[in-house]
C-alpha cells in the first residue's frame, strides 16, 4: 500500500499534470492528497489526465478564497469509503500541507511562532494520532527563487490503528513540479528474517518460568573450562524458551479473547437465572484469567515501546503499540549508502553492514605483543584478609 501527499502548486498546466501522472505511475501510488490545486472546478476528464490507474475515485474541496483547493483520488480496489469529512482547510485527515511546524528543528532561514507550534502539537494529542519520522529528507518545502528557506510543513499523521495494521514507512523524494517535495507513505514488505532472541519480562509471570529455565539449565551438561560452559547452557536455556513460548505462552491476545468470550457468555445466564455452584467457580476463574492475560499484555507492550513509567490502572495498550511501532521506525536501518550508490535489499545491506565491521575489528596482528618482567603479588595472608567478610567495625 502507497499513499502520497504533494502539494503542487496548481494543476492549470498539462505538462504539470503529465509529468503528474508519470510520478504517480512511477512510484505505483494507491491514494494520492493534493493541495494547492487552485481551481474553482475540477472535471472527470481533468482527473483522467494526471490519474494513472484504470479505476478512481475522488473528493475535491474546490478554490474558495484564501483556500487553494484539495483533491483527493483513490483507487477504489485498495479503498472503500465510507464515511467523509471535508472543509475548505481539509479532507480525510491522514496526510497533507499543514503549514506548521512542530518544533524549531523543521524549518531553517524561516520565521517561526511559539503559539503556533504549541497549537498544533496540541492538536496531534488531542486527536490521538501519530507522526512517523521521515526518510530520506529533512524538510519538504523551499523557497525556488532564493533556495534559502527551508521547513518541514508536510506530514502523515496516523491513527494507532492504521499501525496495528500496517508496518509503514514515510520517505521524502525530490522536488519535480513545485516547491514541496513528494511524500510517500508505503507499507515496508521487504523480508529482514527471524529477529534476535530478546527476554519478555511478561514471561516472569507465568508459574512455569522459573522451572522450564532451571531444566534446561541443569539438562545442559558440558565438560569444558568454565568461560565455555555458560555458551551453550544459555543456548538451551533461549531454545526452550522459544518453544515455550510458542506452545504455552505465545499468542497472548488469542488467550484473552477466549477467556472474555466465555466470560461473556454467562453473562445472559446470569441475566434470566441464579448460576449454579460451578458456574459461579467457573465465572471466578475465567475474570482471574482475564485480568491475567490483560496483565501480560500490558507488560509486553510496554517493554516494546520501552516507557520508564506506567499508568496507574490504564490499559493503554494502544498506546504502548503506537510508541513501540514509531521507535521500531526509528530505530530501523532502512538503506545505506555505499560508495555513492543507495541500497535497500536486506540481504546486501547484512552483507556490506557484516563487512563494514568485520573490517573495523579485524585485528592485523600475527602475534599478539607479551608482556614481560617482574610483577609483584600480595601473599597468601593477604588473600584471605581481602575474601574475608566484613566485620562489624569495619561497617
Given at each position: 500500500m502507497i499513499l502520497l501527499t504533494w502539494n503542487i502548486g496548481g494543476l492549470e498546466k498539462a505538462g504539470k499534470r503529465r509529468k503528474m501522472k508519470e510520478v504517480l505511475n512511477e512510484r505505483k501510488v494507491d491514494m494520492v492528497f493534493l493541495q494547492e490545486t487552485k481551481r474553482a472546478e475540477i472535471s472527470e476528464e481533468l482527473l483522467w489526465s494526471l490519474w494513472p490507474g484504470v479505476e478512481m475515485d475522488f473528493v475535491v474541496v474546490a478554490l474558495d478564497g484564501s483556500s487553494a483547493g484539495l483533491l483527493c483520488i483513490w483507487k477504489p480496489s485498495a479503498f472503500e469509503l465510507s464515511r467523509c469529512c471535508c472543509n475548505r482547510n481539509f479532507i480525510l485527515l491522514s496526510g497533507g500541507d499543514f503549514n506548521e511546524i512542530r518544533n524549531i528543528g523543521e524549518r531553517k532561514g524561516c520565521s517561526r511562532g511559539e503559539r503556533g507550534m504549541k497549537n498544533f502539537n496540541d492538536f496531534i494529542y488531542r486527536m490521538e494520532v501519530t507522526e512517523l519520522d521521515m526518510l530520506g529528507r529533512k524538510y519538504i518545502w523551499c523557497?525556488?527563487?532564493?533556495?534559502?528557506?527551508?521547513?518541514?510543513?508536510?506530514?502523515?499523521?496516523?491513527?494507532?490503528?492504521?499501525?496495528?495494521?500496517?508496518?509503514?514507512?514515510?520517505?521524502?523524494?525530490?522536488?519535480?513540479?513545485?516547491?514541496?517535495?513528494?511524500?510517500?507513505?508505503?507499507?515496508?514488505?521487504?523480508?529482514?528474517?527471524?529477529?534476535?532472541?530478546?527476554?519478555?519480562?511478561?514471561?516472569?509471570?507465568h508459574p512455569q518460568f522459573i522451572s522450564i529455565v532451571k531444566k534446561a539449565w541443569e539438562e545442559t551438561v558440558v565438560s569444558s573450562w568454565a568461560r565455555y560452559k555458560i555458551f551453550p547452557k544459555l543456548k538451551a536455556v533461549k531454545a526452550s524458551l522459544k518453544q515455550w513460548n510458542m506452545e504455552v505462552s505465545g499468542d497472548v491476545n488469542h488467550k484473552l479473547k477466549v477467556s472474555e468470550d466465555e466470560l461473556y457468555e454467562l453473562d445472559p445466564i446470569a441475566k434470566s437465572r441464579d448460576l449454579d455452584d460451578g458456574e459461579l467457580v467457573r465465572r471466578r476463574e475465567l475474570r482471574e484469567e482475564v485480568l491475567k492475560w490483560s496483565k501480560r499484555k500490558e507488560w509486553l507492550w510496554l517493554q516494546k515501546s520501552r516507557l520508564s513509567w506506567t499508568l496507574n490502572g490504564d490499559k493503554n495498550t494502544k498506546f504502548f503499540h503506537s510508541i513501540a511501532s514509531g521507535r521500531q521506525n526509528k530505530n530501523s536501518l532502512n538503506s545505506l549508502t555505499v560508495n555513492g550508490n543507495v541500497i535497500e535489499d536486506p540481504v546486501i545491506i547484512k552483507e556490506e553492514v557484516y563487512r563494514h565491521f568485520r573490517c573495523l575489528f579485524l585485528e592485523t596482528w600475527k602475534v599478539r605483543p607479551k608482556l614481560g618482567g617482574v610483577f609483584k603479588s600480595i601473599g597468601s595472608n593477604d588473600k584471605v584478609e581481602l575474601e574475608a567478610a566484613f566485620s562489624e567495625t569495619e561497617i
Open positions: 523557497n525556488v527563487a532564493e533556495g534559502e528557506k527551508w521547513s518541514k510543513i508536510d506530514r502523515f499523521l496516523l491513527s494507532p490503528k492504521w499501525l496495528l495494521m500496517f508496518k509503514f514507512k514515510v520517505w521524502g523524494f525530490p522536488r519535480r513540479v513545485s516547491g514541496h517535495c513528494l511524500v510517500v507513505l508505503m507499507e515496508d514488505t521487504r523480508d529482514w528474517d527471524p529477529r534476535s532472541f530478546r527476554f519478555i519480562n511478561a514471561w516472569v509471570l
